[in-house]
């Protein structure tokens, strides 16, 4: 046994070193890319996906070979930090947005609230549209990037995309870690280790483009952990924040809040800071335009788009054709977004096929009841102009279904021995 134990932390060494040197390699190799490069993403900033997949995929090969251990976290941790060290001089390089969707959005909202010292962002004014001053997008992610944007006075600098980076690799390895620890049959561990290891090429490249998906879920991964530490106080603060950045959560939050009170004997407790935390959006729309509103607002839509004769072919009909496809890997983008989207959405799908199985075989009613949630997770994203967001919305709704079923196995599974116990 103490041979063993030796030769599997020899291996371990070797194998970390093996990552630190193809990775400071890569990094070194493409940092001068970067600092010449002024716009937020694009193949000249490949240098930043580097570091995160060397560690992530570090801690998963130590999970699939020997019993995963926080002291292995830390050290992928460690990994992280080193790889990255080439890149230290672009921390304050000032960049610009490639091209302004949604993330330009959330940074002019952003950006004013930092330099007007104010919760209030003004969607309204920013989006010169006639609507009151109620939240008119999903509210969460403004707030979280004005944070960061405070030391820079409101500029954006590299330092937001580390930070970002860095939270969700944190995120990941917590969550890594808690599904390499878990009962679940061998096959399906390491299917599930190798889908949230996969997806973080795509994950990294919403955070460098400045969208929301990468914090939901690297929020939700964290309230998975805590969930599985029981600190149920914790994690109902953290699925609350969840639904505050993606407000189409909720459909999915509130039977996983359910699933919490289940477990704990401070619900009450859970409940007061769940309510709390959640109802934010309608704090804000009620003092700030006088609505008693929780959802944002987004029918200053139709004032900025025009609407063609055939929308609802356009909007409901033709989209959904398409945007199933996504939710398989198909979709006619350019290589580089397509390369993403297939590296974890046909896992992704097969992974779904075999938990609404398995959901079935717990009990009909759960598994219904689980389709039920999904299909009303994704449909929203079905009808969004034909994009769906490929790969952004397969991420997030993957990852959700993914981890709401680990959930609900858990909470079965104690349900299940504490009832044999009781016999």
Same mark, same amino acid.
């Given at each position: ?185 061998? %096959? ?5 280790? #190798?889908? @949230?290891? /996969?997806?973080? *090429?795509?994950?990294? &490249?919403?955070?460098?483009? =400045? ?55 401070? %619900? ?5 800071? #769940?309510? @709390?935390? /959640?109802?934010? *959006?309608?704090?804000? &729309?009620?003092?700030?335009? =006088? ?64 938990? @609404? ?67």
């Amino acid at each position: 046994m103490a041979k063993n134990s030796i030769l599997k932390n020899y291996t371990s060494a070797i194998a970390w070193f093996s990552f630190l040197f193809i990775g400071l390699s890569g990094t070194i190799y493409f940092a001068p890319r970067v600092a010449g490069y002024l716009y937020n993403s694009g193949p000249q900033t490949i240098a930043f996906f580097i570091a995160p997949f060397c560690a992530c995929t570090f801690f998963v090969l130590i999970c699939l070979y020997k019993r995963p251990s926080l002291l292995n976290l830390l050290v992928s941790l460690l990994l992280l930090v080193i790889i990255y060290i080439p890149l230290y001089k672009t921390w304050n390089q000032q960049y610009e947005l490639a091209y302004k969707s949604d993330n330009f959005l959330y940074y002019r909202a952003a950006r004013y609230m930092v330099q007007h010292a104010s919760l209030n962002s003004r969607d309204n004014l920013l989006l010169n549209v006639k609507a009151g001053n109620q939240y008119l997008y999903q509210p969460g992610y403004k707030y979280y990037l004005g944070l960061l944007l405070l030391p820079s006075d409101g500029k954006l600098v590299r330092q937001v995309q580390f930070i970002g980076i860095f939270l969700f690799t944190f995120c990941n390895l917590l969550a890594l870690y808690k599904i390499a620890g878990s009962t679940l049959q061998s %096959r399906v561990k390491t299917s599930l280790l #190798f889908f @949230f290891l /996969l997806v973080i *090429p795509a994950a990294i &490249n919403n955070i460098m483009d =400045g969208l929301t998906e990468g914090l939901f879920i690297s929020v939700f991964l964290l309230f998975f952990f805590f969930y599985k530490n029981k600190n149920f106080v914790i994690c109902s603060v953290l699925l609350a924040l969840s639904v505050f950045i993606r407000q189409n959560f909720l459909v999915a939050a509130i039977p996983l809040f359910l699933l919490v009170m289940m477990k704990t004997p401070t %619900r009450w407790i859970c409940l007061i800071v #769940f309510l @709390f935390v /959640l109802l934010m *959006p309608f704090y804000y &729309n009620y003092y700030y335009a =006088g609505q008693v509103r929780f959802f944002a607002d987004y029918s200053w839509m139709t004032q900025k788009y025009r609407v063609g004769e055939n929308w609802v072919y356009e909007t409901l009909i033709r989209p959904n054709q398409l945007a199933t496809l996504y939710y398989i890997g198909f979709a006619h983008l350019s290589a580089r977004i397509v390369l993403l989207g297939l590296l974890f959405i046909p896992l992704g799908f097969a992974l779904t096929l075999l938990i @609404f199985y398995k959901t079935w075989k717990m009990n009909p009613l759960i598994g219904i009841l689980f389709f039920l949630i999904s299909l009303l997770l994704i449909w929203p994203t079905l009808g969004y102009m034909g994009a769906a967001g490929y790969p952004r919305f397969q991420m997030v709704n993957y990852s959700v279904i993914i981890i709401a079923y680990l959930i609900l196995a858990d909470s079965k599974e104690k349900f299940i021995s504490k009832h044999r116990g009781n016999h």
